[in-house]
Antibody, heavy 122, light 112 residues
Framework: EVQLVETGGNLIQPGGSLRLSCAAS????????MSWVRQAPGKALEWVSA???????HYADSVKGRFTISRDNFKNTLYLQMSSLRADDTAVYYC????????????????WGQGTMVTVSS | DIVMTQTLLSSPVTLGQPASISCRSS???????????LSWLQQRPGQPPRLLIY???NRFSGVPDRFSGSGAGTDFTLKISRVEAEDVGVYYC?????????FGQGTKLEIK
């Protein structure tokens, strides 16, 4: 079964750091584009970061310099290292797969995890 | 950055009646490979989003055929031919043509 399971969300103080993990099953993380998307309480979806199959990384301006996306090919796991956390980083963080261009779901976010909650508060 | 702007053309909607959601992008979503990476997502209350439509008009696996997508360039529409109770939720358009990827602000579908 193809699925993504996020872990690592927590209550953290402003200025702190946290690492989110996303374990994938049923497909190979390093063969696809993978993203993190977040959703603040009651708000819209916001794309955060992506890592491409060739290892290229992209970030939203709101997290550039503070967040780092990475993956462990042996563990088939995606990560998001977050530092200098602020109150406006409070959100549910989703791990997402972007479907290959030529197949079902072409170029869209076809697989979503259930999300993990990050709360930044003192 | 590409800004995605959504509107609901008719809300709330009566069960069994059609509904349309419009999405406009601030610039063309046509990629250099000639594809247009505009997709629609549904988020039911308390659930993660779910892919409905990709590349403007392609229904994703398992999506009912009452959902359809259309449009080109910068103007896109999601149509539900006959709204059912399970369609309640928030609908998002998003573009994956260029980074940073962007979402619309979401459109809440309510039923009378």
């Amino acid at each position: 079964e193809v699925q993504l399971v996020e872990t690592g969300g927590n209550l953290i103080q402003p200025g702190g750091s946290l690492r989110l993990s996303c374990a994938a099953s049923g497909f190979i993380v390093s063969s696809d584009y993978m993203s993190w998307v977040r959703q603040a309480p009651g708000k819209a979806l916001e794309w955060v970061s992506a890592i491409l199959d060739d290892g290229t990384k992209h970030y939203a301006d709101s997290v550039k310099g503070r967040f780092t996306i990475s993956r462990d090919n042996f563990k088939n796991t995606l990560y998001l290292q977050m530092s200098s956390l602020r109150a406006d980083d409070t959100a549910v963080y989703y791990c997402v797969r972007e479907a290959a261009v030529a197949g079902q779901g072409g170029g869209a976010f076809d697989i979503w995890g259930q999300g993990t909650m990050v709360t930044v508060s003192s | 950055d590409i800004v995605m702007t959504q509107t609901l053309l008719s809300s709330p909607v009566t069960l069994g009646q059609p509904a349309s959601i419009s999405c406009r992008s601030s610039q063309s979503l046509v990629h250099s490979d000639r594809n247009t990476y505009l997709s629609w997502l549904q988020q039911r209350p308390g659930q993660p989003p779910r892919l409905l439509i990709y590349k403007i008009s392609n229904r994703f696996s398992g999506v009912p055929d009452r959902f359809s997508g259309s449009g080109a360039g910068t103007d896109f529409t999601l149509k539900i031919s006959r709204v059912e109770a399970e369609d309640v939720g928030v609908y998002y358009c998003m573009q994956t043509t260029q980074f940073p990827y962007t979402f619309g602000q979401g459109t809440k579908l309510e039923i009378k």
